[in-house]
Every structure is written in structure tokens, then in C-alpha cells.
């Protein structure tokens, strides 16, 4: 069943490309603007650069959030799925997983490219991804609560980073965290393994808020 | 008697018309009390001067303001487990006192800043999460805002303010390690003279103040959405109780 899920999703990514490679570009966009808008010192870039390679993250999976349960809320088949009779989580924690390869697992793959532009050492480009590979769960897992409660909802998009972005605060301060670590040249493994309990609670709690939260919103 | 007679939002109503005199002059007296013996009684402090009164009204404010929040969440909770429409009125009722406590404690505690830090805004680990709290409180409140059916409204917001509760500890502690990370010595908000009697007591005057004002305040919102919300409630209104 979870695979399935996962299978589908992925394969409706796969028709809408355009669709991924939007919040890519986007991220990419947003990571750009940064030097333009502060000035091109690169001490001043480095320092700055975990921040504004997380945040940019963050709003990119804003722009993708949304249609993790919206399309197949307007065909349908999310009512079907909720017939189904496997447990809701796992449906949620299938799309949810599709939704980080899809959305997510981009970036952490073009973030190292994106922090070259900030003059990041090797090392540093290479805590930067792990920092992402780690974080970006959290972020589809918080968000998918977040896009089931604003399914069908006027101003759906700006609403859903109301609830959702206060909620990835802890992912952004130990995301970021990690990096700067790693920047000043001190051991950013705290901060790594700090984010990873943050990904093993959110991974316990999220689905099943979820899941209520699609319940409550397919009434 | 069945005190679970009251859980109807009709039953109620009248109730809380009855009560809310019972709060809102108590907690008017108090307030007097409290900011007359703040501001006049209690002695200046050495190292801040006079403008730590403000102290008295923000301390109080950021207590309500995360302690409401809890509560809230409780209430939706309640509301959304066992299907008890009057526990979710109330918590959307708590939610704009709480947002407003979090907002006044903020900002009283930009004007405390000023005079003795200097500043209007430091990212203190504690201001920071009281900010985060009010980005919560605007999230909780926009998204029932959003959803027309009062029912749907409810059960979401309650979602939202379940994960937010298991969030607020994680945020809390975060933000204090993020901060200790970023600046050496964090500023400490009292350097822990002893607290003398007179302010401790007008301290706890003005806490109870706002607590009866909060239960004032929301039972009159609570009054408000059941007869938004409740037809049968209306009556009530007419008759006047």
C-alpha cells in the first residue's frame, strides 16, 4: 500500500515536471537575490549563507505544499483513499515521502551548487547538504499537517505558511545551526543530531495529525 | 444535580451572563489596586530607576499569554475528543485574549527595553519565543477565521493548537540554545535583587487581575459566538437573562 502511494505520486510528479522544477528554480531564485540585495563580500555571504540557503528552503516547500493533497482532493480520489481500508497514516506517510523526493530532495541536491555561489569550503557545502538531507523530512511531515487543514480553503496558500512556518522554526535554527557551525569551524554534530530527533518526532506525531486533519476536512 | 447540563451552549448562555459581573468588577478593583501600589508604593529600583514599573503589567501579560495558550489547547482538545461544542466556542474565544496578552507583554516589553537595554528589540531567547507564540496565536485564529463551517472551524483549530503545544516546548527550548549560540552574555531581564515585598505584591495583585479580566472577557466572547452559532441560544437573549 505505502509503496503504491508512493509509486503513484511519484508518477504523477513525473507528468508535471514543470511543476517540480518551479519550486527548483524558485529556491534557486531566492538564494540569488540574497547577494544582490546585500552586497558581494564574501565574508559577509559566508556568514549569512546557512540562513538564507534554509530559509529560501523553507519557502519553497510553502509553494509545493500545497498541492500535496489539493489535486486529488478536486478529482476525488482522496475521498476514495480515505475508503480505503488501510490505516489513513500510511496513506499520508506515502504521499508525504512522495512529496519530499519530489519536492524536497531537489533541493537538498542543488543546494551544495546554490552555496558555491556563497564561497562555502567543501566541507561546509558537504554539512549543508547533510543538514538538508536530515531537515527536509521535517519539513514535509509538519507541512502535510498544515496542507490538510487548509484543504479546499479560500486563501489556502497564504494560510498554510501562517500555521506551517512558526511550526519549522526548530528545523531552521538547528538546520542552520549545523552550517554555521561548520562555517566557524567548530563540530556541527550537535546540531545534526538535534535535528534529527526534531525528524524522528515529527515523523512519530505528524501522519496521525495529519490524517485527523484530512478527516476532519473531507466531513 | 447534573453539572454536565451546563456543557449545552443554551444552558449556558445565561450562566455565564450571571457570572461575568462576578469577574469583571473584581478584576477592575484589582487592577486599581494593583498599578497603585506599583506605581506608587512600591520603592525605586537602584539600578533601573522608575522604569522597571512596567514590569507590573508585563510579567502578568506574558504569564496569560502562554499560560492561555495551554488552556486553549486544552479546551479545543476537549472540544474536539468528546464532541463538546461549548469547550471549542471556548477555545476560540481564549485565542484572541491570549494573542492579545502576547501582544501587550511584547510590546511593554519594547518600552522596558528602550530606557534600560537601550534598544526597542534584542533577539533574547525569551522574547524571541514569545514572538513565536504570537505567530501561533495569529495562525490558530486565521485559520478558523478561514473555515466557514463552525464545526470543521473547531476540529482544525484544534488540530493546530495540539500540534503547537507539542511544538512550544521544542521552539522554547531551540530558540534558547539558538540564542546562547549567537550572543555570549544574554541580558538578563532582573540581576535577581531581591524582589522586594510591595512589588511581589503588586506583582500578584495585577496577575490576578488579569486572570479574572481574561475570564471575564471570554465569557462574553463565549456569549457572543453561542448565539452566533446556536439558534435555540437566541431565545435566551430575547428574554434577557
Keep these: 500500500m505505502l509503496r503504491w502511494i508512493v509509486w503513484r505520486d511519484l508518477m504523477l510528479a513525473w507528468r508535471r515536471r514543470a511543476d517540480m522544477l518551479s519550486t527548483v528554480f524558485f529556491f534557486v531564485i531566492v538564494v540569488s537575490l540574497f547577494p544582490l540585495g546585500i552586497g558581494p563580500e564574501t565574508q559577509l555571504l559566508r556568514t549569512i549563507a546557512p540562513g538564507v540557503v534554509w530559509v529560501a528552503a523553507l519557502l519553497a516547500s510553502m509553494l509545493s505544499l500545497g498541492r500535496l493533497f489539493a489535486n486529488d482532493y478536486q478529482d476525488g480520489t482522496l475521498e476514495q483513499l480515505l475508503l480505503t481500508p488501510q490505516p489513513l497514516f500510511l496513506v499520508v506517510l506515502g504521499k508525504t515521502f512522495a512529496h519530499w523526493i519530489v519536492a524536497e530532495l531537489p533541493l537538498v541536491l542543488i543546494a551544495p551548487l546554490v552555496g558555491v555561489q556563497f564561497d562555502l569550503s567543501r566541507e561546509t557545502l558537504w554539512i549543508l547538504f547533510l543538514s538538508l538531507l536530515v531537515g527536509t523530512p521535517v519539513l514535509s511531515l509538519i507541512g502535510s499537517v498544515g496542507a490538510a487543514l487548509t484543504l479546499g480553503l479560500r486563501g489556502g496558500g497564504v494560510l498554510i505558511s501562517l500555521l506551517v512556518l512558526p511550526l519549522y522554526i526548530p528545523a531552521l535554527i538547528f538546520g542552520a545551526g549545523a552550517v554555521e557551525a561548520s562555517v566557524m569551524g567548530t563540530s556541527p554534530s550537535a546540531h545534526l543530531s538535534l535535528l534529527g530527533a526534531f525528524a524522528i518526532v515529527s515523523l512519530l506525531f505528524s501522519p496521525w495529525a495529519t490524517a485527523a486533519a484530512l478527516r476532519i476536512s473531507l466531513e | ?241
Aim: aromatic share 14%.
Design chain 2, 1 to 241: 444535580m447534573n453539572i454536565y447540563k451546563y456543557a449545552s451552549p443554551a444552558m449556558f448562555y445565561p450562566i455565564a451572563g450571571k457570572l461575568i459581573p462576578w469577574f469583571a468588577i473584581p478584576a477592575a478593583l484589582l487592577f486599581a489596586t494593583g498599578l497603585f501600589v506599583g506605581f506608587f508604593i512600591a520603592p525605586t529600583d537602584f539600578q533601573q530607576g522608575d522604569a522597571y514599573r512596567i514590569i507590573f503589567i508585563h510579567v502578568p501579560a506574558a504569564w496569560m499569554g502562554m499560560f492561555l495558550y495551554v488552556l486553549m489547547a486544552i479546551y479545543a482538545g476537549i472540544g474536539w475528543a468528546f464532541n463538546a461544542r461549548l469547550s471549542s466556542m471556548m477555545a476560540s474565544s481564549l485565542a484572541i485574549t491570549g494573542a492579545m496578552f502576547t501582544a501587550i507583554s511584547l510590546i511593554t516589553g519594547a518600552f522596558w527595553g528602550k530606557p534600560t537595554w537601550g534598544t526597542w528589540w534584542v533577539w533574547d531567547a525569551r522574547m524571541t519565543s514569545t514572538l513565536i507564540l504570537l505567530f501561533l496565536y495569529i495562525g490558530f485564529i486565521s485559520l478558523q477565521a478561514a473555515i466557514d463551517d463552525a464545526r470543521r472551524a473547531d476540529r482544525a483549530g484544534a488540530v493546530l493548537a495540539l500540534v503547537g503545544v507539542i511544538n512550544v516546548p521544542i521552539i522554547y527550548f531551540s530558540v534558547q540554545w539558538w540564542n546562547t549560540l549567537h550572543q555570549g552574555a544574554t541580558i538578563r531581564l532582573l540581576q535577581k535583587p531581591t524582589i522586594r515585598g510591595s512589588m511581589l505584591a503588586a506583582l500578584l495583585i495585577m496577575l490576578a487581575a488579569c486572570w479574572l479580566y481574561s475570564v471575564a472577557v471570554v465569557l462574553i466572547r463565549l456569549r457572543c459566538i453561542i448565539l452566533e452559532r446556536e439558534q435555540s441560544a437566541s431565545r435566551f437573549a430575547e428574554v434577557g437573562v
